[in-house]
């Protein structure tokens, strides 16, 4: 086996090295191009100049400009001060024109707020990131609240407690941290997302090495009105996640991510997942609920699946709808995929979503009627001040 010593000389340790880097925040070539090691080192630089293919062109209303692509720079990969990859993240945030806008994150590793997305970053050793290690959860926000953050908190504590991750700060900290970091971003609609991760340390499965654990929180803004059209939902065919991890809110997301690509393939919005005795479940992230023809609200119970916050709100304000005699009751129990598909109206229920009509299932076209969860949605949209709701 080859020691340590008879390794060909690091990087920075090659004389042929150019250890400073030419001054440019935006040119594509950190190293000359025609460079070539001899002798000391692995690598051998002999490409030519500049290629058109690593310019992209980017179109707007009204310019037409051609950024660099630092993406494809795959064959002769620049070594970049801190201040290059950083202009180098700035450039990249620049060019990413999606629907969402990130507004401010705060992290609890550099301890405070920014709102310049190119900083919205998380370190590579955190247990979350390389070992799937830490819970997640989020909060809407609307006309200048955050929607049930209380619940929200509630539960991200629990999943903590689940994935024994322990907290950085205690609860009242967070829940100021996280209104202030709304706060600084001015968002008025859109949504908080934050995170418990084990933190930082090192690449061990145990999470034994990370110093201590973090906070991380983004709002995302997005204008986007809340979509009431019917849609259809499929089977999914994606394995449920065990009790044990389906009721926490985990970063392990692969199998709702499969199950939502899954749907797509097949032109459809969710895919339902059933449980291990075959009940139904969830989907991959929003709860279901239905209304049999003798009006009464079903809902798969919630030892097996999410407790998503939006639908224990659509149970409480269900018994409102069961006193006012428009519910005949509301039942929290295993649901059959029989009594699913020939109830009046099926439905779907998250923070992200509120409350949608589903149309189809699979082949079956179910019932006629949205009268309910358009209720639901009018109720929480219209009632939203009268329950706990953060300022920010
Ligand atoms: C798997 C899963 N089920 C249900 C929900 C709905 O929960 P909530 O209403 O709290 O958003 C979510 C939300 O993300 C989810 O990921």
Redesign the pocket.
Known sequence: MASLLSLPKLIWQNPHFPTKPAAHSHSLNVIPRNHSFSGHGLLHFQHGSLRAREMRVIRSSNQTEAVPDYSIQVSDVPLLTCSEAIERLKTYRENQHGKQQFLAMYSSIFGGITTDPAAMVIPIDDHMVHRGHGVF??AAIKDGYLY?LD??LD?ILRSASMAKIDIPFDRESIRRILIQTVSASKCKTGSLRYWLSAGPGDFQLSPSGCHQPALYAIVIQDLSPFNSKGIKVVTSSIPV?PPQF?TM?SVN?LP?VLSKMEAEEQDAFAAIWLDGDGFIA??????VAFVTKEKELVMPQFDK?????????VLVLAEGLVRDGKLRGVRVENVTVEEGKKADEMML????ILVRPVVQWDEQVIGDGKNFSALFRALMLSRHKDIQHARI
């Open positions: 959860d989020t049930e619940q929200h539960r996640k389906a809110k997301y709702n969830e989907g991959p992230n929003m709860n699946i999410l407790s998503g916050c939006t639908a224990r709100r229920i998250g923070s992200g």
